[in-house]
């Protein structure tokens, strides 16, 4: 076939070069992770282990390293759970303020971030509310909640309410229905929803560093030392969150593959 | 999918809806959140947007004033940042679409024959969620920096002038905002394409289409709500934001866009008034760009 031909070569060789270019930054991250490096890590001096090894030397680095897993794990946490009732909603019942709603739910995701920084930072100003841990979580809260709401409607919307009436036949309570029923179905796009928001609020910056007053996440930190050198134990970290994530999604593909592969056996 | 956040809206399976009081009771925590958190936030931005200084008060302490002048003010002051925001956002969106379509065209598309390709590729495009995006910018910095191998190289083989700069210029921002938005156009984009019928494109080439004439007649409108979705998650955080334009990262005096001097006003100078008047013309200005952008593409619905 003739019109393949620009895929069969040109194509795969460009797309395998810019994937390779994606990747750059993160392999002078990972590889610098290992550099025998005093103060500033820029230039390469050689190898050690020995920033793997005393990862929480570098000052306030695993601090805000735990702030970052706070914030992420109860932003994620909020979010889903405000973001899927009202994906339900949406999706299951007729009221008056449904396109208000959507549009509601649409302009945090068309606001630039740092409108909603400077906003939310301008009413905690008013308000005389300390920023701190909690000005974080509320504000990842808020840009976390939209994606939320997207990613579970898609889900609900294709699930057979058929199910669920088979369930209230069966004399089963509203409450026996929906933890028996309609929450398991539910269950892969509210996780999917929660590692989005996860991943958005662990690697939010320009929100965090508007509402954070002094306390640090693990962003903000790299922003902070920017200015006079990043320790190499934030490449430690950096590398080490990354190589979880990936065998993360690794595993997470293969098993759901095997998973399909199972299903589509028939049975013998 | 969420990347494609603003694609998928449109296809919403019909179920039979009812009334009933349960909706509000499922609707209100988030609606009460969006008006505290969200609402309320513009409100107070638009308040102090119009404040003065307060001549009793300390420095940073404002009163409202209706001092709408504040806004003649910033644009006077930080207009060319203004600009550059949107230049820089738009050069950034179309490079980055210019990049991402055949990488997603392959992984939607060219690789459907190979699972393990499609997965491998997938996984690599969405890989640099994984790391600080602030990391990779710096690592960016420094593989470009004055003295690195790159750069000495690419000087003594003359591609280079001897006196040439990375940082700090409008290349090394531009640059570092394509790079950074690269996953958030492939993403939305496949999504589209690989639901793309394949049959389609054998009746084109039956009715003696050329392959060119197939794709830009079939392919292409058929993942226009991709593009849009791509576009729009690229061009909006893009045009606010400030980490790639500064001293620290890849920018210098001559590449600050309008997030900087949001950011240097309210966290530095302490003019609140200056940076709330910034950030609620790059937000109307934002809805009205995405509004007609919307509206030419054909994709209203999503609203």
Redesign the interface.
């Given at each position: 076939m003739s019109k393949f031909s620009f895929g069969k070569y040109l194509l795969p060789l460009y797309t395998a070069l810019a994937l390779l270019f994606l990747l750059i930054p993160i392999a002078y991250t990972f590889v610098f992770s290992f550099n025998d490096s005093v103060k500033s890590n820029i230039v390469w001096r050689g190898f050690t282990l020995d920033n793997w090894t005393t990862v929480c030397r570098a000052q306030g680095v695993c601090e805000s390293f735990v702030n970052s897993i706070i914030v992420g794990v109860t932003a994620t946490l909020l979010a889903t759970a405000i973001g899927t009732a009202m994906a339900i909603a949406l999706v299951r019942y007729r009221f008056k303020f449904r396109s208000g709603t959507n549009l509601l739910l649409f302009l945090p995701m068309a606001t630039p971030e740092i409108v909603m920084g400077a906003g939310l930072a301008a009413q905690f100003l008013s308000f005389g509310t300390q920023k701190g841990l909690g000005t974080i979580i509320i504000a990842h809260t808020l840009f976390c909640l939209s994606f939320v709401v997207v990613t579970v409607k898609a889900r609900v919307a294709s699930l057979d309410p058929a199910l669920e009436e088979a369930g209230r036949d069966l004399y089963g309570s509203p409450a026996q229905v929906f933890w028996r029923i309609t929450f398991p179905l539910l269950l892969p796009g509210i996780m999917a929803a929660a590692l989005l928001s996860f991943a958005l609020s662990f690697d939010d910056f320009i929100i965090t560093y508007f509402n954070s007053g002094s306390v640090y996440t693990f962003p903000k930190y790299v922003y902070i030392t920017a200015a006079r050198g990043i320790p190499a134990q934030a490449n430690v970290i950096a590398s080490a969150v990354f190589i979880f994530a990936i065998l993360l999604v690794v595993t997470t593909q293969v098993a759901s593959s095997r998973k399909a592969k199972k299903l589509a056996q028939p049975i013998s | 999918?969420?990347f494609a956040?603003?694609a998928?809206?449109a296809?919403?399976?019909d179920?039979?809806?009812?009334?009933?009081k349960?909706?509000?009771v499922?609707?209100a925590?988030?609606?009460a959140?969006?008006a505290l958190?969200?609402?309320?936030?513009?409100i107070?931005?638009i308040?102090?947007s119009l404040q003065a200084p307060d001549i009793f008060g300390d420095i940073g302490d404002y009163v409202y004033a209706f001092q709408w002048q504040n806004y003649v003010t910033v644009i006077n002051e930080y207009g060319v940042q203004f600009m550059r925001s949107f230049v820089y956002a738009l050069i950034a969106t179309l490079a980055a679409l210019l990049?991402s379509y055949?990488?997603a065209?392959?992984?939607g598309?060219?690789a459907r024959k190979w699972?393990v390709i499609q997965?491998l590729?997938l996984?690599?495009?969405?890989?640099?969620?994984?790391?600080?995006?602030?990391?990779?910018?710096?690592?960016?910095k420094?593989?470009f920096?004055d003295n690195s191998p790159t750069i000495t190289f690419l000087k003594s083989i003359s591609l280079l002038a001897p006196d040439a700069q990375f940082q700090g210029s409008n290349f090394a921002v531009i640059f570092g905002l394509t790079?950074n938005f690269?996953?958030f156009m492939v993403l939305p984009i496949y999504t589209s394409l690989e639901r793309l019928d394949l049959r389609l494109?054998e009746a084109g080439?039956d009715l003696y289409a050329k392959?060119s004439t197939?794709f830009w007649k079939i392919t292409v409108p058929l993942s226009m709500p991709g593009v849009v979705s791509g576009v729009?998650l690229t061009f909006?955080?893009a045009?606010?934001?400030?980490?790639n334009a500064s001293s620290?990262?890849l920018g210098g005096p001559g590449t600050q866009m309008v997030?900087n001097a949001?950011?240097s006003n309210?966290?530095v100078l302490n003019d609140?008034p200056a940076?709330?008047a910034l950030?609620?013309m790059?937000?109307a200005v934002?809805?009205i760009i995405?509004s007609v952008y919307v509206k030419r593409s054909g994709t209203e619905d999503?609203?």
């Open positions: - | 999918m969420a956040a603003f998928n809206t296809e919403a399976v179920v039979p809806k009812k009334k009933s349960i909706a509000l499922l609707l925590p988030g609606l959140y969006l958190f969200f609402l309320t936030p513009l107070s931005l308040i102090t990049v055949p990488i065209y392959f992984i598309v060219t699972p997965g590729a996984i690599l495009v969405i890989a640099p969620f994984f790391i600080s995006f602030l990391l990779r910018t710096l690592a960016w420094q593989l920096s790079y690269i996953p494109l080439s392959p197939s729009l909006i955080p045009s606010g934001d400030f980490i620290e990262f997030g949001i950011q309210f966290l609140y940076a709330a950030s609620i790059l937000m934002i809805l995405v999503l609203l």
